[in-house]
């Protein structure tokens, strides 16, 4: 700024600033003005050349070293041509042409000089100007590193996640922020006293070496890990590094800065994933080993139909085939339940019932498999237990808590079933003496394919869905299902609580189970299906009741036969080809057949297909794989009792144990 102000003062223009054609005139100018005031000067007797020095002077630093030369050569010819002492254009022969060339010399000496002057005085204003930019820059890099550290101690201690500065070589804390002393629960000054070797569990330190020491080396410039690291508490968390060169001077020990982030839910969440795949890998070879035993019991009955065999083999095997195919269909319905309580696809028929009749039901299916495992079931519980909800749904609960205590029971156990009123709840409590649970494995217990410990053998058999059905079932219809265990080989307890209801002003007669065979001999039916095995097995079944019955295996089929053959009934499969059995039956009845008796056999049972099946006109919507003294019945019941008949025609399975 001193500088600024010494050549800032100066009146005379700088000749950087001035067009060459002012230079000269400016030049001009000063000369003319010298020569009259020379003139003047001389008349008095005064040196004819003084006042021509000075326009020489004042032109170059005004204009530089032409319109200096020119001014002192315009004074020069000025003095020889006007201001001589002998007169006008006389050169005195002694002396005179030399005082003119020192006249010359001196001028372009001044002018000379002024150049120089002026070009010095340039360069000095040029590096003036250049030490005021420098100055300025690093004021504003001094200014914008201020703010930048200062965001940065912002952002370092005000991050919602742990941050650090450690040693590059020993990954010891330097700096720590409060988030990362409260994932750890340490203070600061405790926190600096640590590194990531210290606060990370043994079997890490090896991995950490070696990150640190590659880091150090210059091998990498970021640093990644995962490991689990201990608070002050003891406590085990899993934490992310990720680290950084935090730049230093030249020769200053190496720094990392580093983020540390909380990562126990996402690695919950990963172990979970592993968990249900660890599960699903399980399940299917289970299903595999579970879907394997029926079919090759079923397989070696058939194979004794070869030859020749008595009525007790003969009795035996159908019994087999009958059982296993039971227990298949079993497995189906209960992956299919899972998969509508998943959805939220079930529906309950809510009525007032005595749960003491669902109870006697639920223990009379379970009899066989009590004596089968040499049980003794014992059950207490009064009459008019009354609550709402669906018969076959509760029913289906108890199946699946009797089961399960039955098969987790060793052989020749001791089962109780129990109920009672308890203020506006009926609790039921199903106890067994059997295997028992380890209280942490209690809650795993409902989870879905989740079993009790087994051997490889797996005499208990099923597919893990009992207890997670159960607990379903028990939650729908507004209560809930617990387990309890002592422990391993002290058996289990499992209550049920439902809400009660109050007795109804009339009670519905107790339904009259129908003659165990019927007779088909009046009936004619048509049987529509397009797998041809299931199609012709049904027709032959029928057909030994002395039904006449005709078979086709698609959609169109069916309509034609429909108009040839005049059935009493048409059982109908759903998917056909070329023709659904929806549309069939809207042609059948659109057509204005009413008095023929249409029933679905499918596959598709949910509420949605039941829906559809009774909007075009169905009677009945029957599962697969159908009862068939169940089928019978429909047959041979008038057709009003058949109309609407909707509902899941399949009684409570046994279900298969969960634990």
């Known amino acids: 700024m001193f500088l600024k102000s010494n050549f800032s003062f100066m009146p005379l223009p700088d000749s950087s600033q001035l067009k060459t054609w002012q230079r000269y005139g400016l030049a001009l100018a000063f000369s003319a003005v010298a020569l009259l005031i020379q003139q003047w000067v001389f008349t008095l007797g005064g040196n004819r050349f003084m006042f021509f020095f000075v326009a020489v002077l004042l032109s170059g630093w005004c204009g530089g070293f032409g319109p200096g030369l020119m001014t002192g050569l315009i004074g020069g010819v000025a003095a020889l041509l006007w201001l001589h002492p002998n007169g006008p254009m006389v050169i005195t022969p002694v002396g005179e042409p030399l005082v003119l060339t020192l006249y010359v010399v001196v001028c372009i000496i001044l002018a000379a000089a002024c150049e120089v002057a002026h070009r010095a005085r340039a360069r000095l204003r040029l590096s003036v100007a250049d030490l005021q930019q420098e100055v300025l820059r690093r004021e504003k890099a001094t200014k914008a590193e201020a703010e930048a550290q200062a965001e940065f101690n912002a952002f370092f201690q005000l991050a919602g996640i742990g941050m650090a500065i450690m040693q590059a070589t020993t990954g010891r804390f330097l700096r720590v922020n409060p988030e990362l002393c409260r994932l750890l629960g340490y203070d600061e000054q405790e926190l600096l006293k640590l590194g990531c070797l210290e606060i990370t569990t043994p079997e890490e330190h090896d991995r950490l070496r070696t990150e640190f020491d590659r880091f150090s080396r210059g091998d990498t410039k970021m640093m990644h890990w995962e490991s689990r690291c201990i608070s002050k508490s003891g406590a085990v968390i899993w934490l992310e590094v990720i680290g950084t060169d935090l ?133 207490q519980y009064p009459r008019d237990l009354w609550v709402k909800g669906d018969a076959v749904r509760l029913e289906q609960v108890v199946v699946n808590l009797l089961t399960n205590a039955a098969k987790y029971t060793d052989w020749g156990g001791r089962i109780e079933l129990s109920a009672g009123r308890d203020g506006e709840d009926v609790i039921l409590n199903v106890r067994d003496n059997g295997q028992g ?14 079993q009790g410990e087994r051997s490889l053998a797996r005499p208990e058999g099923g597919l893990g869905l009992g207890l997670a059905i159960a607990r379903q079932l028990a939650v729908m219809h507004g209560g809930h299902l617990r387990a309890e265990s002592p422990g391993p080989g002290k058996g289990s307890v499992f209550t049920v609580t439902l809400p009660a209801c109050e007795r109804p002003a009339e009670v519905p007669p107790a339904a009259v189970r129908p003659p165990a065979t019927r007779d088909l001999s009046a009936q004619r039916i048509l049987v529509v299906d397009d797998h041809q095995d299931a199609a012709r097995t049904l027709a032959r079944l029928l057909e030994r009741r002395g039904a006449a019955v005709a078979v086709v295996h698609d959609g169109l089929s069916a309509l034609h036969e429909t108009s040839a053959f005049r059935p009493d009934a048409v059982l109908l499969d759903l998917g056909l080809p070329g023709c659904d059995g929806y549309e069939v039956a809207r042609r059948i009845r659109a057509g204005g057949d009413s008095a023929v008796k249409l029933i679905a056999v499918s596959g598709y049972g949910t509420d949605q297909d039941r829906a559809q099946s009774k909007a075009v006109g169905f009677n009945s919507h029957l599962v697969k794989p159908v009862d068939f003294e169940q089928l019978c019945g429909l047959l041979t019941a008038p057709l009003s009792a058949a109309d609407g008949q909707l509902q899941s025609h399949r009684a409570v399975p046994a279900q298969e144990p969960s634990a």
């Not at 994933?273 to 079923?298: C, F, Q, T, W």
């Not at 649970?437 to 989740?450: C, H, L, S, W, Y």
């Open 247 to 379: 730049p230093v001077a030249v020769g200053a020990e190496r720094r990392v800065v580093s983020i540390l982030l909380d990562i126990n839910e996402r690695r919950r969440a990963e172990d979970q994933v592993l968990e249900a795949d660890r599960r699903k890998d399980e399940y299917l070879a289970m299903l595999s080993h579970e879907l394997r035993n029926p079919l090759g019991a079923i397989r070696q009955a058939l194979r004794l139909t070869d030859g020749e065999m008595d009525a007790s083999t003969q009795q035996w095997a159908r019994e087999v085939v009958e059982r296993q195919s039971a227990q298949l269909a079993r497995m189906v319905d209960d992956l299919l339940d899972v998969a509508r309580f998943q959805a939220g696809k079930i529906k309950l028929v809510w009525e007032p019932l005595d749960l003491a009749s669902v109870l006697d039901q639920a223990g009379a299916v379970l009899q066989p498999l009590f004596a089968e495992r040499g049980h003794s079931f014992v059950h």
């Open 437 to 450: 649970m380890a209280p942490e494995r209690i809650a795993q217990m409902f989870e879905v394919f989740v």
